[in-house]
């Protein structure tokens, strides 16, 4: 990790942007590092943290007439195993696509510090298009062992959805635009049976919350069985702590570094 910083430090003219930041929970540490190069088609997104390194590659793909593909293909590697996946968004024609699929050979917050205490495949797949009764998402998803699916429906402010995930549930929201669109606040209410890192489902739920301004984003989710985080982030920097059954208390700070590299 050493080198790697001390490559993007002395050379500014490559790198668009830099993230440095420090992780914490009991009982693991790491400093973090996160970084932006552009490339002569697409973009490399490097970042690493103690005994873990990953790349990620994005590029777009214009489909003529049917629509544009941004599309990414990611890997991370430790001494003690790798996760690889592909991952695409997108428009074809009036429907909205959003996919992912990928494989790890431990616990993928062991290769990164933001992820999820899950190992093997996972994969999910949504469509969002617009029908006469408003704006309609159907998707499917697989967190090994459990696959399922989602509806939801979301008209005016309100958004009525449900799904199942090794278990059913059932899923309520509202957002809300302020100050003619510069600020944006929304909830979300999840109920049903509740599966947190591939864990066995359990009857419970989550409450989400989120601020969208002009310079202060905060997201804030509670969940039962117990797990809970915080995040936000301002225009330069970002704070984000919580706390999930299988790796206790955290706290996450980054700083961000404008490094004037060209696009």
């Known amino acids: 990790?050493?080198?790697?910083?001390?490559?993007?430090?002395?050379?500014?003219?490559?790198?668009q942007s830099l993230q440095l930041g420090g992780y914490a929970s009991i009982p693991y540490s790491t400093p973090t590092l996160q970084a932006s190069l552009p490339l002569t088609s697409g973009t490399l997104a490097l970042r690493a943290q103690l005994g873990a390194w990953g790349l990620t590659y994005t590029n777009l793909f214009p489909l003529g007439p049917l629509g544009l593909l941004e599309g990414s293909l990611e890997g991370t590697l430790?001494?003690?195993?790798?996760?690889?996946?592909?991952?695409g968004e997108g428009a074809l024609g009036s429907l909205a696509l959003q996919g992912k699929v990928s494989y790890a050979s431990l616990p993928r917050n062991e290769?990164?510090?933001e992820a999820p205490?899950?190992?093997?495949?996972?994969?999910?797949?949504?469509?969002?298009?617009?029908?006469?009764?408003?704006?309609?998402?159907?998707?499917?998803?697989?967190?090994?062992p459990y696959g399922g699916g989602s509806v939801s429906l979301s008209r005016g402010n309100w958004t009525f959805g449900g799904g199942a995930l090794g278990g059913p549930y059932l899923a309520l929201g509202w957002r809300k635009t302020l100050d003619l669109g510069e600020r944006l606040v929304a909830l979300r209410l999840q109920v049903g049976d509740f599966s947190q890192e591939g864990a066995p489902p359990t009857p419970g739920g989550l409450i989400e919350g989120s601020y969208d301004g002009q310079s202060l984003k905060a997201d804030l989710m509670v969940a039962y069985?117990?797990?809970?985080?915080?995040?936000?982030?301002?225009?330069?920097?970002?704070?984000r702590l919580g706390y999930t059954p299988s790796q206790g208390w955290w706290i996450w700070l980054q700083?961000?570094?404008a490094l004037g590299g060209s696009s």
């Open 117 to 144: 205490n899950l190992t093997g495949w996972t994969a999910f797949l949504t469509g969002k298009g617009r029908i006469p009764e408003g704006i309609l998402t159907l998707g499917v998803q697989y967190v090994q």
């Open 225 to 239: 069985p117990w797990a809970g985080s915080l995040t936000i982030v301002m225009p330069s920097s970002s704070l």
């Open 255 to 257: 700083e961000s570094i």
């Open 111 to 113: 290769l990164w510090v």
């Open 78 to 87: 430790s001494p003690n195993g790798f996760e690889l996946g592909a991952s």
């Open 1 to 15: 990790m050493r080198w790697l910083a001390l490559f993007l430090l002395i050379s500014p003219g490559l790198a």
